[in-house]
């Protein structure tokens, strides 16, 4: 019985290290912000004066929306955004976000060290001169 | 004595597992979405919603306080997603569009997000979340999706 119960134990465990894999190839651990746009046109974003990498994190039927890397998750973070020639600029605030410890275990550790625990809201393209 | 330590690491791994599980069976591992009360039919990424899944919401109205501030709308109505589809292909997004009755004519698109503090649930799934998803019953904070984007067509 114990025997049993250890083979499923490690099999869990076994897929836990998995889903750590999978979260690093999906760059899920990286800071960043979103920024959605209704068109799939490329775009260029730069985030306080410096250029940003971005990749595509999800394709909808009418919302494309593109996950720009942060370096630095300051709070106030200064996003520009161009696409077609057309330029457009706004300020964003991230909260820090309490940790839910028992949701995140030693990841909220991580993310301490990495002064990554900050939530930021979308940045929708077509919203931001509004 | 590592094999015993990665044992009992495991085990717990296990135990947790399972207290998510039932956590997800108390959820009939559903993620609900507030919509305007429109007329014309659902269709969540591009496919018809089962319309017997759409349930209205005012009870829930009620409980998450107008979390969705985004909704310009004073009644909503709910769509109970299969969790089992949406979160564990690991869909962070999901539109939803009210179309007409053709099928085609999209009267309004909604962009939702799931809740962004909830990126790392698949790994919590197995390691965090047993203890985490019972704290959570009491939150009702699990599976919140948050409207990034509304558009209305003419």
Redesign the interface.
């Known amino acids: 019985m114990i025997k049993l119960?250890?083979i499923?134990?490690?099999a869990?465990?076994l897929?836990?290290c998995a889903?750590?894999v999978?979260?690093d190839n999906?760059k899920?651990w990286k800071m960043g912000i979103?920024v959605?746009t209704?068109s799939p046109e490329p775009i260029s974003v730069t985030v306080n004066g410096r250029e940003a990498r971005y990749y595509k994190?999800?394709e909808?039927?009418?919302?494309y929306?593109n996950r720009v890397i942060l370096r630095k998750p300051k709070r106030d973070l200064d996003i520009s955004v161009t696409q077609n020639g057309v330029t457009k600029s706004r300020t964003y605030h991230g909260d820090k976000?309490k940790g839910?410890f028992?949701?995140?275990?030693l990841?909220v550790l991580l993310d301490h060290a990495k002064g990554t625990l900050r939530?930021y809201p979308?940045v929708?393209y077509?919203?931001m001169d509004l | 004595m590592l094999l015993r330590s990665i044992t009992l690491f495991a085990i717990g791994c296990l135990a947790s597992s399972c207290a998510t599980v039932i956590h997800g069976w108390n959820h009939k591992f559903t993620s609900p979405v507030y919509i305007g009360d429109r007329s014309g039919k659902v269709f969540v990424e591009g496919k018809e919603f089962d319309i017997k899944s759409v349930v209205s919401g005012a009870d829930v109205k009620t409980k998450h306080n107008n979390y969705y501030t985004y909704s310009t709308t004073v009644t909503t109505t709910t769509l109970y997603f299969d969790e089992a589809v949406l979160v564990f292909p690991k869909q962070k997004y999901v539109t939803v569009e009210i179309r007409d009755t053709d099928d085609v004519t999209v009267l309004e698109s909604y962009l939702f997000r799931r809740d962004p503090r909830y990126a790392f649930f698949a790994l919590n799934f197995f390691i965090g979340a047993g203890v985490g998803s019972i704290v959570d019953l009491g939150d009702n904070l699990a599976y919140d999706w948050e409207l990034v984007a509304y558009r209305k067509f003419n």
């Open positions: 119960i250890s499923v134990s490690l869990c465990l897929s836990s889903t750590i999978n979260i999906n899920s979103d959605v209704e994190l999800y909808g039927e009418a919302y929306v976000v839910l028992w949701f995140t275990g990841w939530q979308a929708v077509e919203d």
